[in-house]
């Protein structure tokens, strides 16, 4: 599993202390089953509890997962200055996540290179059995 940040979704995260660590713990979670909600099509809500905050006062992300593949890190907002996200912004997300997933590992390394997107790390996918 690679995970990536979008770079708007870089410049958000480091502005409020949503670290690269917190970014992997929140994919081991999903890839363990803890999502806070599927919004379709690839699209998931998490929340990230950040340095001296519980999860209700947390972050939420918005992110594209596909199984033992990529996850890109799409979008971000604090509970208190947005309550959620609108059926129009869920669907450009989603959008957005299918684009990210369907790149060839050529287009990847081109958005790399470029800096459009940043690869986190790699994370191991673990058998549920």
Not at 52 to 73: D, E
Not at 111 to 119: C, F, T
């Amino acid at each position: 599993m690679r995970i990536f940040k979008l770079k708007r979704f870089s410049v958000w995260a480091k502005k409020h202390d949503l670290t690269d660590n917190l970014l992997q713990q929140a994919v081991k979670e999903i890839i363990g089953g803890k999502v806070d909600a599927n919004l379709g099509n690839n699209l998931y809500k998490k929340r990230i509890a950040t340095r001296g905050r519980g999860k209700s006062r947390s972050v939420r992300t918005l992110l594209t997962y596909s199984a033992n593949n990529r996850t890109f890190f799409l979008y971000a907002f604090e509970k208190n200055q947005q309550a959620n996200i609108t059926p129009k912004e869920t669907s450009a997300l989603q959008e957005l996540g299918r684009f990210y997933l369907k790149l060839s590992d050529v287009e990847l390394t081109v958005r790399l290179k470029n800096r459009a997107i940043i690869e986190i790390s790699k994370v191991k996918e673990q058998s549920h059995g």
